[in-house]
């Protein structure tokens, strides 16, 4: 068996354990793949959601059958979160006792609808948690996926949502998203007296963690592609100022101190750089800074108000937010600043424009009759196209295979805040993340390794 303590390493041999076990399973109980009849294409514009059955794991008594039932609640809101995939009431299963050594009794799952069925066990294995599961196409009677993990008990729903990415892939084709972290800006007090701190929790909202102490303003957290450091900015003394954090150490390093403000860093896709904004005498350009020489190259030269830039996930280009023709629209250009152009052209102001992990899409804010829109465009501008509308949403962030978006939405009044939400791409599976206080400004980490 393959121990996978501590955690971060799981993802490493999670392929290798799948075409072990794979290959034990179909051997010893006599199962030969097949091409899954079960698939959803999510390219479509409306999905109908797959009905999916997710009971109880099992626990064979040396583990509390509460983390049983952490990991598979963990799957099933996972899996329906994503709008795909339909959860099917345990009320309605008519097959008990499942175990994963050996097959259910499909004439029972198909009655209900089940398109596919999950089966897990959790157990002790030398003081840790062993997890294990078996998803099966109710349709065809065939295996499609089997895997076993070995982790301290408190990963139970880190375990969950790396069955759940594991089942998401078997079936769409698509990387999953949900062994995911996102960092945020917490925000607690009164309207007028907001203590804002960095936050990053699970991208289900769970295990929040408080990351500063509110003693400065913190804005713009971003990701590196690491997943271990974030950029952002503070106004700690006179002059914010762009601070890189590791998140697992505390540790923290001003990257640069420039004249004037300084907004909206992010890291290049291979993490050697970050692209900004500096203003100086009322105009604001944009400029990249390489992170080990510490040098930087100013990008564009304008009066205008440039600002939101993020890289192509090739790092070939980066698009941004200019007012240079009057208003605020999105323009595309290249690395080195060359070939700056307009892509936007529809009526209202765009904002914050941000790169699909995909490269197929750009994300924005638009501001028109009086909403703030979330929405997405190619990179050529083409294809527009609104997600949500609310009373004051922003700042988008992708999830790390580019199918799903978090942003906040203010609400209105004395006692209103910013709250986190996603949605899809189709546009019709909105939900709130919860969290304790009033969140914005997410930022989606890539998945954990």
Known sequence: MIDLTPLATLRRACRFVALLLGVLTFISAGFTPAHAVVELNITQGNIQPMPIAIPDFASDGSIDAKSAHEISDVVSNDLKSSGLFLPIDPAAFIEKGLDVARAPRFEDWRPINAQALVVGRIGNSDGKLRAEFRLWDVLSGKQLAGEQFFTRVREARRVGHIIADVIYERITGEKGYFD??????????????????????????????????????????????????????????????VYLLNIETGQKEIVGTFPGMTFAPRFSPDGQRIVMSLEQGGAANIYAMDLRSRSTV???????????????????????????????????????????????????????????????????????????????????????????????NEGPTWAPNGRVLMFFRESPGASGGPRLFSIDLTGYHERLVATPSFGSDPAWSPLIN
């Open 298 to 392: 100013q990008l564009t030269n304008s009066q205008a108000i440039n600002t939101s830039p993020c890289y192509a996930p090739d790092g070939r280009q980066i698009v941004f937010q200019s007012d240079r023709d009057g208003s605020q629209q999105i323009y595309v250009m290249k690395a080195n600043g060359s070939n700056q152009r307009r892509i936007s052209s529809g009526g209202g102001s765009y904002s914050t424009p941000v790169w699909s992990p995909r490269g197929d899409l750009i994300a924005f804010t638009k501001q028109a009759g009086g909403q703030f829109l979330i929405g997405v465009m190619k990179p050529d501008g083409s294809g527009e196209r609104v997600l949500t509308e609310g009373f004051h």
């Open 180 to 241: 995911t972290r996102v960092v945020f800006v917490d925000e607690s007090g009164p309207k007028d007296k907001r203590v804002k701190r960095l936050a990053i929790m699970d991208q289900d909202g769970y295990n929040v963690r408080l990351l500063t102490t509110g003693k400065d303003l913190v804005l713009t957290p971003r990701f590196s592609p690491s997943t271990q450091e974030i950029t952002y900015m503070s106004f700690a003394g006179d002059d914010p100022k």
